[in-house]
C-alpha cells in the first residue's frame, strides 16, 4: 500500500496529496483511477500528449518540468505547482523511473529465480526449452519472449521482445501474486539500451550468439555486441553467464565480468558435446557422455538445448531428469516447424538474420532428397544491410529462391526486393505477394523437393504501413496442401 504523497516524497517532489495509489505505468492506455501515470518522452511518440487521457481517467500524473501538455484545448506547459491539476513535475522522468519502479514495487527479483535469454537468434527457443524443463521439475515458471507472454494456462500477445519497465514491472508483481517462482525471459538488445531492464536482477543469464542484426538502430556490431554485455551488469551477486564457446567473440565476456562463466560446445566445455546426429525426426547427441534424444530440428537446436540443460544442471537438476525432460520437447512454434503435406514437404522457420538463414538452409540441404526451394522476405525499417546476406544465404544452399514480402511496414517492397536482388546469385524469383508465392511454389515442388518458409515464423499478421493484415504462414500452407489433396486424389 502506496501513498502517492510518500512516493514522490522519497523522490524529493513536494505533495500532499495522501491518496493510496493503485498501480504506476508509462502508458495512458493502461492507467486507471488513482495510477501514477509517467510521461516519458519516446522516439516516436510523446507521453505528454495523452496527459489529459490519463487525467480523465482519474490517475495523477509525473512528468518532466516544462513538458507542454494539453489542458482544455490549451498548451501549458508542468511545473511543480500543478497539484490541483494533479500533474507533478520533476527534473528528469527518465533519471527516476528506476528508482521510482525500486519504491513503489519493491525489489521484484529478491524472491525469484529470474533467467534472462539474450543472442542475435535463438532466444525464444532456448527460453521455451527452459520452461519446458523447469515446468516438467514443478517449478511454477512464468515466460516472457518474442511478441508473447505465457503463463502455462494462456499465451497473450504483447507488442515486443522484452517489455517497456512499466509493463515488465507490473508482470513480476501479478506474477510474484500468483506464485510463480521462476521467470524466464528474453532480453534484447534494444531492452537494455533503452533501459528496459533497469530494476532487474538476474540469477543466470544465457547468450545463444551474436551475430548481424539490427543495425538500424546500433549502426555498427561492436555498439550491438557491447551492448548486450552490458546485461551481465544485471546479474545478481552469485549469478552466472552461460555461453557457447563455438563462438569465440562470446569468450570476450571473460574479460569484462567476474561472474562464473559456464561454457558449452563441442571442444572443451564445460556442457561438452559430442556424437551429434541430425535427421528429419530430430537429433540425438551427448552432453559430458549422457545420451540425448530431442525432437527437434537441426544443430542449432543442439546448440539451444544443450544451454537449456546447462543452465537446469546448475540449478540442480540432475542428469536422468534432463534426458527425461528433453524426450518430449515441444517445437517451438514456427521455429524449425516441419509440415507435411500428401505430396509436398514444407519447413517453416523464423530466420530472419543472415546467420539463422545459413543455418537453416544448411540443415535444409543437408535431409533434402530433391530440389530444395525457400520463400523469404526481409521486414522493412529493419537493417537495411541484411538484406543482401539474407538473399545470398538463401540463394547459396537453394535450388530456386523466392523473394517476397515480410512486413514492409512503412517502406516500400519494391525497394526492400531490390535491396535482396543485389545477391550475387541468379537462383531467385521474385514474387511481391507472400501468399501467391508459397501458392506458386507448392505447385512447382515435386515429392522429394523441401519447401524452406522462412522469416515470419508464427507471426500472425502482415504489417503493411503501419496496418495490422492477418496472414500465417503455417494457415496459408494448409490451405494450399488441402487444395493440393484435391487435385492429387
Ligand atoms: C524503436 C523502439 O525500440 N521503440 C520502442 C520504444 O518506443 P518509443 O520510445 O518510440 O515509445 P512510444 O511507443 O512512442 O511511446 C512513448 C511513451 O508514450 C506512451 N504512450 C504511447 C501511446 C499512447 O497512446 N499512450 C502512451 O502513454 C508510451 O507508453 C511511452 O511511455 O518504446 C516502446 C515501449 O517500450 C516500445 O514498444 C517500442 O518498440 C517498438 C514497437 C519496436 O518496434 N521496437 C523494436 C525495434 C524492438 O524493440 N525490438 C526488440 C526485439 C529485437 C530482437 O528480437 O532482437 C524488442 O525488445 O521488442
Ligand atoms: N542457436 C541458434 N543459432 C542460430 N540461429 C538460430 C538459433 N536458434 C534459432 N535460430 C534461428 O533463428 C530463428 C528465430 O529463433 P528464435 O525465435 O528462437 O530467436 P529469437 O532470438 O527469439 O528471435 P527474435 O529476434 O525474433 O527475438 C529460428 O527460426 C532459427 O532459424
Ligand atoms: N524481432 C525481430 C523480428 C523480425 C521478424 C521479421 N518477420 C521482420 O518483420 O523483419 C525484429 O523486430 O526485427
Redesign the pocket.
Known amino acids: 500500500m502506496t501513498r502517492l504523497n510518500e512516493l514522490l516524497g522519497m523522490l524529493h517532489i513536494a505533495c500532499d496529496d495522501t491518496r493510496i495509489l493503485q498501480g504506476v505505468?508509462?502508458?495512458?492506455?493502461?492507467v486507471k483511477k488513482d495510477w501514477l501515470?509517467?510521461?516519458?518522452?519516446?522516439?516516436?511518440?510523446?507521453?505528454a500528449?495523452?496527459i489529459d487521457?490519463?487525467l480523465r481517467k482519474g490517475a495523477v500524473v509525473l512528468c518532466d518540468k516544462k513538458r507542454k501538455w494539453r489542458k482544455n484545448g490549451q498548451k501549458v506547459e508542468a511545473t511543480s505547482h500543478q497539484e490541483k491539476e494533479q500533474v507533478y513535475a520533476c527534473e528528469d522522468v527518465e533519471a527516476i523511473a528506476q528508482a521510482l519502479i525500486e519504491l513503489y514495487f519493491g525489489d521484484l527479483c529478491k524472491h525469484l529465480c529470474v533467467i534472462g535469454v539474450s543472442g542475435?537468434s535463438g532466444?525464444t527457443s532456448v527460453a521455451c526449452i527452459i520452461t519446458h524443463i523447469l515446468r516438467k521439475q514443478q517449478k511454477k515458471t512464468f515466460r516472457i519472449g518474442?511478441?508473447e507472454i505465457d503463463d502455462n494456462q494462456h499465451i497473450q500477445a504483447i507488442?515486443?521482445?522484452?517489455?517497456?519497465?512499466?509493463?515488465l514491472a507490473n508482470l513480476l508483481k501479478e506474477a510474484i501474486q500468483q506464485g510463480f517462482t521462476h521467470i524466464v525471459m528474453?532480453v534484447?538488445?534494444?531492452?537494455i539500451d533503452?533501459n528496459?531492464i533497469c530494476f532487474m536482477s538476474y540469477d543466470a543469464i544465457v547468450y545463444t550468439n551474436i551475430t548481424q542484426?539490427?543495425l538500424d538502430?546500433h549502426f555498427t556490431r561492436t555498439h550491438y555486441m557491447y551492448t548486450k554485455f552490458k546485461l551481465r551488469r544485471y546479474l545478481k551477486k552469485d549469478g552466472f553467464i552461460i555461453i557457447n564457446k563455438d563462438f569465440p567473440y562470446l569468450m570476450k565476456l571473460q574479460h569484462l565480468s567476474d561472474a562464473k562463466l559456464i561454457t558449452i560446445g563441442f571442444d572443451a566445455a564445460h556442457f561438452t558435446i559430442e556424437d551429434m546426429h541430425l535427421s528429419e525426426q530430430g537429433a540425438i547427441f551427448t552432453i559430458n557422455g549422457y545420451s540425448f534424444v530431442i525432437p527437434l530440428l537441426g544443430k542449432m537446436n543442439v546448440y539451444n538445448t544443450t544451454e537449456a540443460i546447462a543452465l537446469c544442471h546448475m540449478l540442480n537438476i540432475t542428469y536422468e531428469q534432463l534426458i527425461a525432460s528433453c524426450q518430449d520437447l515441444p517445437y517451438v512454434s514456427g521455429r524449425m516447424e516441419l509440415m507435411k503435406g500428401k505430396k509436398h514437404t514444407v519447413l517453416l522457420d523464423y530466420a530472419h538474420t543472415p546467420d539463422a538463414v545459413e543455418k537453416l538452409m544448411e540443415f535444409a540441404r543437408s535431409i533434402c532428397q530433391g530440389k530444395l526451394y525457400i520463400i523469404v522476405g526481409c521486414g522493412g525499417e529493419?537493417d537495411r544491410s541484411k538484406r543482401k546476406l539474407m538473399a545470398d544465404a538463401a540463394c547459396k544452399y537453394s535450388d530456386m529462391a523466392i523473394f517476397t514480402s515480410d512486413n514492409p511496414r512503412h517502406e516500400s517492397l519494391s525497394t526492400i526486393l531490390l535491396d535482396m536482388c543485389k545477391t550475387t546469385y541468379q537462383n531467385y524469383e521474385v514474387v511481391e505477394n507472400r501468399y501467391f508465392a508459397i501458392k506458386y511454389t507448392i505447385k512447382i515442388a515435386k515429392e522429394s523437393d523441401i519447401i524452406v518458409i522462412a522469416g515470419k515464423g508464427n507471426e500472425k499478421t502482415q504489417d503493411v504501413e503501419g496496418r495490422m493484415y492477418p496472414f500465417d504462414d503455417a494457415d496459408c500452407v494448409r490451405k494450399r496442401f488441402a487444395k493440393e489433396e484435391l487435385f492429387w486424389k
Open positions: 505505468s508509462d502508458d495512458s492506455r493502461k501515470f509517467v510521461c516519458r518522452k519516446g522516439i516516436t511518440h510523446d507521453g500528449a495523452y487521457d490519463a542475435t532466444k518474442t511478441h507488442p515486443n521482445t522484452t517489455p517497456d519497465s512499466f509493463t528474453e534484447s538488445s534494444h531492452a533503452q528496459r542484426d539490427h538502430y529493419r
